[in-house]
């Protein structure tokens, strides 16, 4: 999902090129699981600074081919709240059910 400062970027056709060879470097397969890929991750976040940079933004290396399950989950991931934040220390995951906000393990 595109925020408002990243649309421009991501309708470019710089961006739409380097991400489909980053598609065809990982073969079209998710870089975490191994299902078909259909989206392409930025491994250090976009942000309103950097998003004009091309050595972030543009830079293969710092893309990674994901399914939509597992980049869902990269995103969720980043948006987890703090301890503190959290009140009850729960969450609601990606079906609806309820889950530890701590101790949740990284996407491997």
Known sequence: MAQRFS?????SKQWQQVRDYVLRR????CTR???????VHHIERLTPENVGDPSVSLNSD????????CHFREHE???L???DE????LMFDANGYLIPVWG???IE
């Open 77 to 79: 991931i980043e948006r």
């Open 104 to 106: 949740i393990p990284p």
């Open 62 to 69: 710092n893309l990674i081919s994901l399914c939509r399950d």
């Open 7 to 11: 649309k421009p970027f991501y309708n």
């Open 86 to 89: 959290a009140g009850s220390g």
């Open 26 to 29: 990982d073969r079209y397969l």
């Open 81 to 83: 709240p703090s301890k």
């Open 33 to 39: 699981c191994g299902d078909p890929a259909e989206e």
